[in-house]
């Protein structure tokens, strides 16, 4: 029988933002890391960041013990550095980035996009999906539309960064550049590095070649 410590010490926690979840699961799931287990905090934390860096620490505390690794799947996001202190308190890794747009275009694309255009808004298949709710009901659009120039006015392009080959998620991001008034780019990236940081997390290859493919 195998000793409980020795399964502790094979399985691998990932921290991770809500708003990436459904990715995260499904590159567990095609990969078929079963020794690996996902804990999200909730994607709305972003309109508070400073209460992500004590919560992500929260995290780690609860879970010493009970897995041999622990990492993080969140950029800086808004904490202003905060979320590094922290983590280098508890000794654990994150992904590198200062958000979620540049792990998934990857450094160097994200950085092109930047210097070709800085006035672009990004989304990704989680803020296509929730537009409505995080977008113009979050932002009082719904109630007050002509706030949509305070917000938006400095922005001259939305670039929608694909997880996934969806055609109706295309279609709902032309439509949210419409609704903002913006020019509209596409650009499939997949899981870019979060794919990369998962697999080094599961054992840096012991456990197979990774799969980027997300289903649509």
């Not at 609860?62 to 990492?71: K, L």
């Not at 977008?135 to 939305?158: C, E, M």
């Amino acid at each position: 029988m195998a000793d409980p410590a020795d399964r502790r010490s094979a399985r691998s926690l990932v921290i991770g933002c809500g708003a990436l979840a459904r990715e995260m699961m499904e590159l567990i799931r095609v990969n078929r890391w079963g020794h690996m287990t996902v804990a999200c905090l909730p994607a709305q934390l972003h309109n508070t960041p400073d209460r992500i860096p004590e919560l992500v620490r929260a995290k780690i505390k609860s879970a010493r013990g009970r897995y041999g690794h622990i990492v993080v799947l969140y950029g800086d996001c808004g904490t202003g550095g905060e979320l590094d202190r922290v983590l280098a308190e508890e000794k654990v890794e994150r992904i590198a980035g200062p958000h979620c747009y540049q792990f998934y275009a990857g450094a160097e694309t994200f950085a092109a996009l930047h210097d070709a255009e800085p006035g672009t808004f990004y989304l990704t298949d989680y803020l296509v999906r929730h537009f409505d709710r995080l977008i113009i009901a979050g932002l009082g659009l719904d109630r007050y539309p002509q706030l949509l120039s305070d917000y938006f006015g400095n922005y001259t392009r939305l670039v929608y960064l694909a997880q996934t080959k969806d055609e109706k998620l295309a279609a709902m991001a032309v439509q949210a550049a419409k609704r903002l008034g913006l020019a509209y780019l596409y650009r499939y990236v997949g899981f870019g590095e979060m794919a990369d940081f998962m697999t080094t997390a599961a054992g840096n290859g012991t456990y197979g070649r990774p799969d980027h493919r997300l289903l649509a």
